[in-house]
Nanobody, 126 residues
Framework: QVRLVESGGGLVQAGGSLRLSCAAS????????MGWFRQAPGKEREFVAG????????YYADSVKGRFTISRGNAKTTVYLQMNSLKPEDTAVYTC???????????????????WGQGTQVTVSS
C-alpha cells in the first residue's frame, strides 16, 4: 500500500508563494508518475500539474503555467509543487496523487491515479 503525505499549505496574500511537498512511502522501488490536483469549494476537482517517473517531463494546467513548478526529489519518492504569483482563484484543497506501478507517464484524468493524499488547504487572500 502506498501512503502519500502532503505538507506546506497555508494562508498567503495574493502575489505570494508557497511550496507544497508530498512524500510517498510503502512503495519505494517502483516506477510511477505523480501529480497534484486541486478542488475549490463548489467546483470539480481539477488537474494542476504532473511529473513523469524520471522527472524529465512535466505538465501543467493552463491556469497555472508559468507560475507553478512541479519537481521530484532525488529519491523520486517526493514531489514538490512550487507556487508563485498566487491568485485568490488558486484557493483550494491541493491533493498529491500517484499512479500505480509501471505507469510512468502523466495523465490529466483523476481516475488515472491510484493513490491520493489527504489534501492540504491553500488559501490566497486578495
Amino acid at each position: 500500500q502506498v501512503r502519500l503525505v502532503e505538507s506546506g499549505g497555508g494562508l498567503v496574500q495574493a502575489g505570494g508563494s508557497l511550496r507544497l511537498s508530498c512524500a510517498a512511502s510503502g512503495r519505494t522501488f517502483s516506477s510511477y508518475a505523480m501529480g497534484w490536483f486541486r478542488q475549490a469549494p463548489g467546483k470539480e476537482r481539477e488537474f494542476v500539474a504532473g511529473v513523469t517517473w524520471s522527472g524529465a517531463s512535466t505538465y501543467y494546467a493552463d491556469s497555472v503555467k508559468g507560475r507553478f513548478t512541479i519537481s521530484r526529489g532525488n529519491a523520486k519518492t517526493t514531489v514538490y509543487l512550487q507556487m508563485n504569483s498566487l491568485k485568490p482563484e488558486d484557493t483550494a484543497v491541493y491533493t498529491c496523487t500517484a499512479r500505480r506501478e509501471g505507469k510512468t507517464t502523466v495523465t490529466v484524468v483523476a481516475n488515472g491515479y491510484d493513490y491520493w493524499g489527504q489534501g492540504t488547504q491553500v488559501t490566497v487572500s486578495s
